[in-house]
């Protein structure tokens, strides 16, 4: 079993930034798919940005040219980097690790104030 770990979540008022940040408990993490998701209320969760295991990047419209993702093999961990956060922005933050398997993290809170 693989544990994934976010930390970095919180309250940020609109334009601000935040770092979320995910460890991975075991070693599949360098040959592991990492992405973020997001789910607001009421709503489904939907993908915000991935990278694969060669640093090939992808994002969702609505965050492109705001956040960035990242990944450090050498600690198994995966960076989302939020800058002009939005009020639209405000969602449960989850981590994905994706290969033939699939693992998620508990979630971490993003709260923007307008």
């Known amino acids: 079993q693989v544990q994934l770990v976010e930390s970095g979540g919180g309250l940020v008022q609109a334009g601000g930034s935040l770092r979320l940040a995910c460890t991975a408990s075991r070693t599949i993490f360098s040959i592991s798919t990492m992405g973020w998701y997001r789910q607001a209320p009421g709503k489904q969760r939907e993908l915000v940005a991935a990278?694969?295991?060669?640093?090939?990047?992808n994002y969702a419209d609505s965050v492109k040219g705001r956040f960035t993702i990242s990944r450090d093999n050498a600690k198994n961990t995966v960076y989302l980097q939020m800058n002009s956060l939005k009020p639209e922005d405000t969602a449960v933050y989850y981590c994905?690790?994706?290969?033939?398997?699939?693992?998620w993290g508990q979630g971490t809170q993003v709260t923007v104030s307008s």
């Open positions: 994905n690790a994706r290969g033939f398997w699939e693992y």
């Open positions: 990278v694969t295991p060669r640093d090939s990047t």
